[in-house]
């Protein structure tokens, strides 16, 4: 059974910084290219982050570029969402998601798998 947990978001001031965690189990990890989508309330789900499989290969939102870093440790079957300069626009539940491909997948119906989510809330 595969699941992806994430951890790591909170309450947090306007201009902070966090780290989203994601740890996975029940799949062959570094085979499986993973993402970050974020849904706020009354909105859709939308993307955030992605990597390729072998952590080489990274691509951002336009609303998140240079505040946001993906990374991952295929050793310890984890990826990771560095924010930094948090915005009054970033709140929201954000959650990983596994796609079973060595690409980069920017879009949700790619992938296959999903955690339930952390929430972030951004204090002004």
């Known amino acids: 059974q595969v699941q992806l947990v994430e951890s790591g978001g909170g309450l947090l001031q306007a201009g902070g910084s966090l780290r989203l965690s994601c740890a996975a189990s029940?799949?062959?990890?570094?085979?499986?290219?993973m993402g970050w989508f974020r849904q706020a309330p009354g909105k859709e789900r939308e993307f955030v982050a992605a990597?390729?499989?072998?952590?080489?290969?990274?691509n951002y939102a336009d609303s998140v570029k240079g505040r946001v870093t993906i990374s991952r440790d295929n050793a310890k079957n984890t990826v990771y969402l560095q924010m930094n300069s948090l915005k009054p626009d970033d709140p929201a539940v954000y959650s990983c998601?596994?796609?079973?491909?060595?690409?980069?997948?920017?879009?949700?119906?790619?992938?296959?798998?999903w955690g339930q989510g952390t929430q972030v809330t951004v204090s002004s």
């Open positions: 998601a596994g796609g079973s491909t060595s690409a980069v997948l920017t879009t949700e119906r790619w992938y296959s798998y």
């Open positions: 029940g799949l062959t990890f570094g085979f499986y290219a």
């Open positions: 990597i390729g499989a072998s952590g080489l290969r990274t």
